[in-house]
């Protein structure tokens, strides 16, 4: 089974790349890996798994980055829990750089091992530029969680003997992924051999897909430059879009789990959190589910579910739509004056604000969606719209909807038997859904990225970073709270990890005074200048 296979490997990758107490000393380590003593398709693996966000069974940085801050500061979820910290805009040091700390020891240090082991191969040409592309989406993400970041210098402890890597501006940084995409992807070779096959858990090294890919990241790095650098953007997306990003769910980049022994590296890491080792915390947010029912969307049934005892993670709850009620953000249950008791509307138990459905989302099997045709689809709504790109920016907007629906249908054909998934929504209710809300092009830029926003539930990452790039959906900030860190406006980016300044002094400081408010969570990214 595909998946046996994909755990032995990714217990390889551990191996190699777990042990860090000795940072620097590893990193000049002679002895380090090279294709006489590993193959690195292991490397590779293991770094598609842990961007997935399970890599240690705990779920370290999905439970801190994605939901803990992502999922509450854009309101999918909500949290009366204290450590709960996006909720209400408080700062945790270590929940804010969890995602620089994990990555940068594991999934960052192999992929570029990956890639500078591959490039002089020419029996591993393809190898090769699918490690580049998969490069760019990691480090995409990493920079638009933080700014500026350690990107030429970054993993080249062992190759090159650099354990203080500078940090890259993130203008430059988003040129050169742009680049990269656009070099790899042209160099992808269709006649040359597979040597990746089932160690590629998104596609298994077909580089069809592996191209479409790399164009439909492109696309999305190309938006998110549309407020800073208009110009380059319109240019970059009439380069994706003529390179050829994703036509259907079919290309859809969609790393598979199972229903393994909880707290293994194979399960979903939200699921493991609100299902699991967190059960009780997070509940849909107000702002989410009042969306969903005020256009009337088939999806809520899907996002959310009423259980009788959310501790118990046997319990599935009631999925019905008109039942599902969602928590407003800012409140907590320490019986002060943000008591959620106090909340208008407060149904008499927190029992009875939806928690994400536990068949659906929060199932230790659920698949985790790294870039998808929905999003490509959107994005390609707002190109058009903005006429930089040709094509129709209404049936973008429909295409884009309705493979966002159909999700649901990709999530029930890669779970398990149990629990028994939910059945898609169907092309009946999808239609009925789309007539009830057509395209307007005098609200366009608002609908498609309350659309996307939608779409890219429990993919936080991506949720946070659009809605600052784009404004939309126009969130409301929760009250200022007492110890929030943001002047009570919703958090723009995470901080570096405190122990920067004391191992990478300079480095640090140079990338503090591109800041616009310095290390705060309440500065502003490049891509993201007020």
């Known amino acids: 089974m595909k998946y046996k296979l994909l755990l032995s490997v990714f217990f390889a990758g551990v191996l190699f790349t777990s042990c860090d107490k000795n940072f620097e000393s590893i ?31 705990n779920s370290y940085e999905d439970w801190r980055n994605n939901l803990i801050y992502g999922s509450t500061m854009v309101q999918h979820l909500s949290s009366t829990f204290g450590y709960w910290g996006g909720d209400k805009y408080t700062y945790n040091s270590g929940y804010n750089s969890a995602y620089w700390d994990n990555n940068y020891n594991n999934s960052i240090k192999n992929i570029v091992e990956v890639v500078e082991n591959t490039k002089t191969d020419p029996t591993q040409v393809n190898f090769y530029n699918i490690a580049r592309i998969f490069k760019v989406f990691m480090f995409q993400r990493m920079t638009d969680m933080y700014g500026d970041i350690p990107y030429s210098e ?20 988003y040129a050169d992924m742009l680049n990269e995409l656009q070099d790899a992807a042209s160099k992808l070779d269709a006649a040359a051999p597979n040597t990746v096959n089932a160690s590629d858990a998104l596609y298994g090294g077909d ?11 492109m696309l999305r790095l190309a938006m998110r430059m549309s407020k800073v650098d208009a110009g380059q953007a319109e240019q970059w997306a009439k380069t994706a879009v003529a390179g050829g990003v994703f036509t259907s769910t079919d290309d859809d980049a969609i790393l598979s789990h199972q229903s393994f022994v909880p707290g293994t590296p194979t399960i979903n ?30 999806r809520l049934s899907y996002y959310g579910t009423v259980a009788t005892d959310p501790n118990n993670v ?25 008591d959620i008791t106090l909340a208008p509307g407060y149904p008499g138990s927190q029992a009875d604000y939806s928690i994400v459905n536990r068949n659906t989302f929060a199932r230790y099997d659920a698949p985790t969606f790294f ?3 929905a999003e490509t689809a959107l994005l390609e709504a707002e190109a058009a719209q903005r006429t930089w790109i040709s094509g129709d920016p209404a049936a973008f907007y429909t295409a884009g909807v309705t493979a966002a629906m159909q999700q649901f249908d990709q999530i029930a054909s890669r ?52 809605w600052r790039r784009s404004g939309f959906p126009a969130l409301v900030p929760v009250p200022p709270y007492p110890g929030n860190v943001t002047n009570g406006q919703i958090p723009r980016r995470f901080t570096y990890p ?33």
């Open 27 to 57: 990193n000049t380590d002679p002895e380090h890996l090279t294709g006489a003593n590993v193959n690195f398709i292991y490397l590779f693996t293991s770094a598609e798994l842990v961007t997935s966000g399970n890599s240690d069974a």
């Open 154 to 173: 970054a993993g080249l402890g062992y190759i090159k003997g650099i354990t203080s890597p500078k940090y890259d501006k993130q203008q430059d940084i």
């Open 207 to 217: 580089v069809t897909l592996w191209k479409k890919f790399a164009y439909s990241e």
């Open 269 to 298: 890491g939200n699921a493991w959190v609100l299902a699991g080792v967190d059960p009780n915390a997070a509940r849909l947010s107000e702002t989410f589910v009042n969306y969903l029912k005020s256009t009337a969307d088939p």
């Open 314 to 338: 046997d319990d599935l709850g009631d999925n019905t739509a008109s039942l599902q009620k969602g928590q407003p953000n800012g409140y907590d249950n320490a019986g002060g004056a943000h």
């Open 371 to 373: 870039l998808t045709y």
């Open 415 to 466: 779970v398990q038997a149990t629990p028994a998934p939910l059945t898609g929504i169907s092309a009946g209710a999808i239609t009925t859904y789309l007539a009830a809300n057509p395209y307007n092009p005098a609200d366009a830029l608002n609908q498609i990225n309350t659309q996307y926003w939608v779409a890219t539930f429990l993919d936080e990452y991506e949720a946070w970073a659009n």
């Open 498 to 530: 405190i122990s920067e300044p004391i191992t990478n002094a300079a480095n640090y400081q140079a990338a503090v005074s591109d800041l616009d408010n310095g290390d705060k969570m309440n500065s502003h990214v490049w891509w993201d200048k007020p």
